[in-house]
């Protein structure tokens, strides 16, 4: 079946470093959607990239889909405490959305 | 704005106990999830429902139930918990998987199994 890999799971940076998640599908995807999850909170939607070679940019963060539309990124700028996280990505599978396994963010200030 | 709403948020359960997770959606979405999530790990789907009357089995199932009578409501049950089932559980729901139609989560229920 689809599954949907996320890499790097762990990722430890200084303040201000930049910092990229990359996610990849075994089958072409529809959509892909990005998630943030605080630390003791619940995953919240942040974007969603539906054409191929997609590119979407909120503040900071920049999203990519790939042109297979098999892959996709997020590339965060110069992080910030309010960063730290894990970021999942999904992509629909019939009536499902797969989870990545999630790349857990954490900053040394 | 109530959303995703799900109860109780905290729980302890000793082993061979059996108990309920409610979770209850005001947006109106056909679809609606259940996940539980182990420490430091992702996202694992155990039951979802495309519509009222209808459920099915995700990746995690055994060990549990749901129902579907209502579009707004989606319990979990867990019977004879076990501590494997120590977690936070997320309900979520959304429209559908299609482009456009994202999921929104409730606030996690977590579980400990003794």
């Known amino acids: 079946g689809q599954q949907v890999m996320q890499i790097p799971q762990y990722q430890h940076v200084q303040e201000g470093e930049d910092f990229t998640t990359y996610c990849n599908s075994s089958?072409?995807?529809?959509?892909i959607q990005w998630y943030k999850q605080r630390p003791g909170g619940h995953p919240v939607f942040l974007i969603q990239?539906?054409?191929?070679?997609e590119v979407k940019k909120q503040k900071r963060l920049t999203f990519q889909f790939g042109e297979a539309k098999k892959n996709s990124s997020l590339h965060i700028t110069a992080t910030q405490t309010t960063d730290v996280g894990t970021y999942f990505c999904a992509g629909p599978r019939a009536q499902k959305l797969v989870f990545g396994q999630g790349t857990r963010l954490t900053i040394n200030p | 704005n109530a959303g995703v709403t799900q109860t109780p948020k905290f729980r302890i359960l000793k082993i061979g106990q059996s108990m309920t997770l409610q979770c209850t959606q005001d947006?109106?979405?056909?679809?609606m999830y259940w996940y539980r999530q182990d420490p430091g790990m992702g996202l694992k789907l155990i039951y979802y429902?495309?519509?009222?009357?209808?459920?099915d089995k995700g990746e995690v199932p055994n060990g549990y139930n749901v129902s579907r009578s209502t579009t707004e409501d989606f319990p979990l049950r867990l019977e004879l918990a076990a501590p494997s089932q120590t977690s936070v559980y997320f309900c979520a729901s959304s429209y559908s998987t299609h482009s456009g139609n994202t999921i929104y989560f409730g606030e996690g229920s977590w579980l400990t199994v003794v």
């Open positions: 947006m109106n979405h056909n679809y």
């Open positions: 990239l539906v054409k191929s070679g």
């Open positions: 429902s495309v519509g009222a009357g209808i459920t």
């Open positions: 089958t072409t995807l529809s959509n």
